[in-house]
């Protein structure tokens, strides 16, 4: 009992002076932030956005030119809605087989990319046979979108293919008479050149008033005779989703002929030329802006508005693909996304707090 007795007595005085320490360490740490200057106080600002996180498709070899449209597609409202929600349609013959079976691939191409997680679009890549398109061989994104477009079948007819679907109208008019003729024809996107320094300048240029040479004369059915006609096109029914493909590639069909004529050998004699043709590829590398939000109307000319448009229309920004190389038979596709649907956009673009000439939620992308 003494022994225990003063085994207690020791831990409690080792205990005292513990706690001792504390509250002098402790009364140390209140001084020295007393003395301590007092802390600036953190800058006050807008809160930072985070882009929302998008899922990613493994490249399986020679695949970013379907990785790159894929996710384009996929970050497009409509179109993802039809994409994830529609039904495929009944494969009642060999022909429907083919769209439901790339429907359904696609569709799980996209249904991965909105997991937010990094997935292999194995059933998409065995597709593309059904599409004409090789495996493991560089394609073209723009035909491979065309030919998704075509195949993919959805539920009910046309469900995917109506978003892009568009119509040019033609108009031509006799110099002579006045007399006037139009046609339509649809579109699933509209290929530019890039000649100009802007996208919107280059738009307007591919709509511009064309008047005909003497080699395509018009046959005016007033005068009887053929005539120069002017050829006006506008866009007739614009698409809820505008594809914009630029013409970056030239191709030039040439043969040994042509490039070495009049080359001869060492003894003075004219070499065998073959004739077999030779496709040259050439990139156009021309810096081409474009904007967030792009008008079909031309805001310029008031009075023509109307003519140039049935309605006017215009787009925002979602998504581009971009080609890197410099030939059309090599390269990588990338795909750039705009994923914050809160995007601050120019002043420009609005009058009173609300966009104009906004028909209805439209988006459009970039090839």
Known sequence: ATEFARRRNNNNNSKNNNDNNDNNSNNNNK???KASPPRAPKAQGPPVKRPKRVGGLRNLGNSCFVNATVQCLANLRSVAQVLLEAKLVAPTSAKLKVKAAVAAALREAVRGIKSAKTVAPRAL??????????????????????ALLDVAGFAPEDALESLFKGSFTSTLRCPRCGYESQSSEPFLDISVECNATT????????????????????????????????????VSDPPSVLVLHLKRFEVCVSTDDDDN????????????????PR????????YLRFPKRLRLSDDDDKNDQEKKVGGASSYDLSAV?????????????AAFLRVNDDDDQDDDDRDGGKPRGKKHDDTWFLV
């Open 279 to 286: 496709c040259r590829s050439k990139k156009i590398d021309n």
């Open 321 to 333: 693909v971009v080609h890197a190389g410099s030939t059309a038979w090599s390269g990588h596709y």
């Open 261 to 276: 004529a009049s080359s001869r050998d060492l003894l003075g004699k004219k070499k065998k030329q073959s004739k077999k």
């Open 31 to 33: 001084e020295r932030r």
């Open 199 to 234: 996208l919107q300048d280059a738009l307007k240029d591919h709509l511009a008033d064309e008047r005909l040479d003497d080699q395509n004369k018009w046959l005016c059915t007033n005068c009887n005779d053929k005539v120069r006609a002017t050829k006006r096109t506008v």
């Open 125 to 146: 890549i065995d597709a593309l046979a059904l599409l004409k398109f090789r495996r493991r061989r560089q394609e073209d994104a723009h035909e491979f979108l065309r």
